[in-house]
C-alpha cells in the first residue's frame, strides 16, 4: 500500500459528499474515475507485524472438508467431526464441499447480489440509508461505519437481518427477494448442521451450540466489489475478524480474499461449489480459545465486481439478554476461565466504542 498521501485533506466533507451520491463504490466506477479518490487510500506502512503473502512458497490448502455422510454414514461423520475440530483450532476457518445446497441456488444468489447492486439506480438509492437497521429491514450502504474508519474499502454492501424474525416478502427487494428468501431457508440448515459438528467436535452432545443460541440470529450481506482502477492503493475490505458465532460466506471465483495464519497472509483461492465456514470472536470466547476466530480481508483487483454473500449467526444488536462465557464443560483447573460473561449487543457495543473491528475486542473481556 504506497502512497503519501497528505493528512490535510478535509476527510468528513469528502466523505459526506461521496455518501449524498447514495450510488457507492460502484457510482464512482460507473463515472468511469481512472484514480481513486483519497478517502479510499489506506495508509503507506503497515504496522501490524503479519507478513505478507509469500509469493515464493508452496501454497498452503486451507482446509476443505467434504460433508457427504453428515446426516447417514456414522463412521464418516466422526471423520469429518475430527476435521472440522483441527480446523476450527488450528485454521479458524475451513470450506466445505457437498454441503446440501444446491449448486443453482449459491449461483442464483450470486446473481441475485449482483442484480441488486446493478438495478437501476433510481430504484436502489431508495435503500440506501445510515438509519439503523431496525429502521428498515433492508439496508444498503457503502461501509456500514463510513464516517468511523480510517480508510474507505472499495466495497459496497446490503444487509439484512433475517433470524431470528424473517422479513416479509415486500420488505425485501423485489429483484433478488425469490433467491433472498430460498438461500436463507438453505444456508440456516446448514448453519445448525455446522453448529452441531463443531459441537461435538468440543467433545459436547450435538445439540449444545444451538441451545446456546449460536444459531438463533442471522444477518445475510449481500457484498459488491467494483473492479478497481487503482487496486495496490486501496483493500475490498479490510482485515477484521467476525464478531459472530460463526459465518458461513459464499465468493465468486475472482478470489481476493485473504486469511491470516501462523502471523502470516495466505490467500483463499475459492473452490467451485463450495462454501467457507469461519469461527467468530465469539465462539472463540465460549469455547475458551479452543477454536480460533480468524483475521481475514479481501484485497482490491482490476478485474471485477467479485460478488460474495456473508452469512453472520449472531443475533446483531438484538437486545437479547442471553449471556455469554466459557462453556462449563471445556473448563478444568488446568483450562480456567479466560473470559467473564458478555451479552451479544455487548460485545459489539464494545467493538464499536472502541472502533476495533474484530477480535482485539476480546481483551476488553478477559478474566
Ligand atoms: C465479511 C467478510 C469477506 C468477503 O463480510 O465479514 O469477511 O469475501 N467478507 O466478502
Ligand atoms: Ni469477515
Known amino acids: 500500500m504506497l502512497s503519501n498521501i ?7 466533507s469528502e466523505l459526506k459528499a461521496f455518501d449524498d451520491t447514495k450510488a457507492g463504490v460502484k457510482g464512482l466506477v460507473d463515472a468511469g474515475i481512472a484514480k481513486i479518490p483519497r478517502i479510499f487510500v489506506e495508509p503507506a ?13 508452496p501454497k498452503v490448502h486451507a482446509p476443505v472438508i467434504d460433508l457427504t455422510g453428515i446426516h447417514d454414514d456414522p463412521v464418516r461423520r466422526k471423520e469429518i467431526i475430527q ?16 454441503h446440501g445446497i444446491p449448486l443453482d441456488v449459491l449461483e442464483d444468489m450470486l446473481t441475485g447480489v449482483r442484480n441488486f447492486h ?38 459496497d454492501t446490503f444487509n439484512v437481518p433475517v433470524a431470528p424474525s424473517l422479513p416479509k416478502p415486500e420488505e425485501l427487494p423485489e429483484i433478488c427477494r425469490d433467491i433472498l428468501l430460498q438461500f436463507i ?6 448453519g445448525c448442521s455446522v453448529l452441531e ?16 443460541g449460536c444459531g438463533e440470529g442471522l444477518n445475510i450481506l449481500g457484498h459488491y466489489y467494483p473492479g478497481c482502477p487503482e487496486p495496490e492503493l486501496t483493500l475490498g475490505t479490510s482485515r ?7 459465518t458461513v460466506l459464499l465468493q465468486d471465483l475472482t478470489g481476493g480474499l485473504q486469511f491470516v495464519h501462523n502471523n502470516q497472509w495466505f490467500d483463499v483461492p475459492p473452490c467451485p461449489g463450495a462454501l467457507l465456514v469461519n469461527i467468530g470472536d465469539l465462539l472463540q470466547l465460549i469455547t475458551n480459545d479452543r477454536f480460533i476466530s480468524a483475521e481475514h480481508r479481501v484485497i482490491a483487483k482490476h478485474v471485477g465486481p467479485r460478488i460474495s454473500v456473508a452469512c453472520i449467526f449472531y443475533t446483531g444488536l438484538n437486545p437479547t439478554l442471553k449471556r455469554y462465557q466459557p462453556i462449563q464443560e471445556l473448563l478444568s483447573d488446568d483450562n480456567p476461565p479466560k473470559y467473564g460473561k458478555t451479552t451479544v449487543k455487548d460485545y459489539l457495543l464494545c467493538c464499536q466504542m472502541n472502533n476495533i473491528f474484530g477480535k482485539d475486542a476480546l481483551s476488553y473481556f478477559k478474566i
Open 83 to 98: 476435521e472440522v475440530g483441527d480446523a476450527s483450532e488450528k485454521w479458524g476457518f475451513f470450506q466445505v464441499v457437498n
Open 197 to 212: 459438528l463443531l459441537s461435538e467436535a468440543l467433545g459436547l452432545p450435538k445439540e449444545r451450540l444451538i441451545e446456546l
Open 185 to 190: 431457508k438453505e444456508v440456516q440448515k446448514l
Open 6 to 12: 497528505s493528512k490535510s485533506y478535509d476527510r468528513g
Open 45 to 57: 506502512t503497515d504496522d501490524t507485524g503479519i507478513l505478507p503473502v509469500s509469493e515464493g512458497t
Open 240 to 246: 477484521h475478524s467476525d464478531p459472530t458465532f460463526i
Open 118 to 155: 446493478e438495478q437501476d439506480f433510481d430504484e436502489k438509492k431508495m435503500w440506501y440509508t445510515r438509519k439503523p437497521i431496525s429502521w428498515r429491514k433492508l439496508v444498503y450502504n457503502c461501509n456500514f461505519n463510513l464516517y468511523r474508519s480510517s480508510t474507505t474499502n472499495w466495497r
